[in-house]
Antibody
């Protein structure tokens, strides 16, 4: 079974940093794009960016460029979302997603989501 | 523009047909994808491209496209179809993905 399993919920203070992990299983990790999607409470979905674990080719949404870092470690079949200088407005659920085949623009599989709460 | 516009809310009587639409200039050039998100759950892919339904998605879900508008149609809506629906496609530059604002479907 193809799965994306994300790390657990986090509670952080403003100014802190955070890394969320997303481990893929049941498929060849290096052959599919992995992306990240943000969803604030009661709001819609926001595409943040993607990475191709095979060669670490990465693209960021202009809305998130410079604000986050996406990386991948193919040796452990995991992708990461790194957030720095956290603000209350970063409070959200973050989903990792996998592409359909090698089509970067079609999201097929979703992780379970990681709730991030930033509060003093 | 680089936006996808959806009606915030739509309702349908149980067993009837409902169409959920998504408008955007980029849809003239790029295929759209539809996701269903039930409360407290991750989204699920329900339709993509011109005529593709993932395995396990009921055939009451179908899609269509015309000009700058794509539609997701549910023929014979069921109670379990009550959810938020999001369209997704490339933006006008073709370099990024964007989501519509979502449509909350209520099954009466």
């Amino acid at each position: 079974e193809v799965q994306l399993v994300q790390s657990g919920a986090e509670v952080k203070k403003p100014g802190e940093s955070l890394q969320i992990s997303c481990k893929g299983s049941g498929y060849s990790f290096t052959r599919y794009w992995i992306g990240w999607v943000r969803q604030k409470s009661g709001k819609g979905l926001e595409w943040m960016g993607i990475i191709y674990p095979g060669d670490s080719d990465t693209t960021y949404s202009p809305s998130f460029q410079g604000q986050v870092t996406i990386s991948a470690d193919k040796s452990v079949s995991a992708a990461y979302l790194h957030l720095t200088s956290l603000k209350a407005s970063d409070t959200a659920i973050y989903f990792c997603v996998r592409s359909y085949t090698n089509s970067w623009d079609l999201i097929e599989i979703w992780g379970q989501g990681t709730q991030v709460t930033v509060s003093s | 523009s680089s936006e996808l516009t959806q009606d915030p809310a739509v309702s349908v009587a149980l067993g009837q047909t409902v169409r959920i639409t998504c408008q955007g200039d980029s849809l003239r050039n790029y295929h759209a994808t539809w996701y269903q998100q039930r409360p407290g759950q991750a989204p699920v892919l329900v339709f993509y491209g011109n005529n593709n339904r993932p395995s396990g998605i009921p055939d009451r879900f179908s899609g269509s496209s015309s000009g700058n508008t794509v539609s997701l149609t549910i023929t014979g809506a069921q109670a379990e179809d009550e959810a938020d629906y999001y369209c997704n496609s490339r933006d006008s530059s073709g370099n990024y993905l964007i989501f519509g604002g979502g449509t909350k479907l209520t099954v009466l």
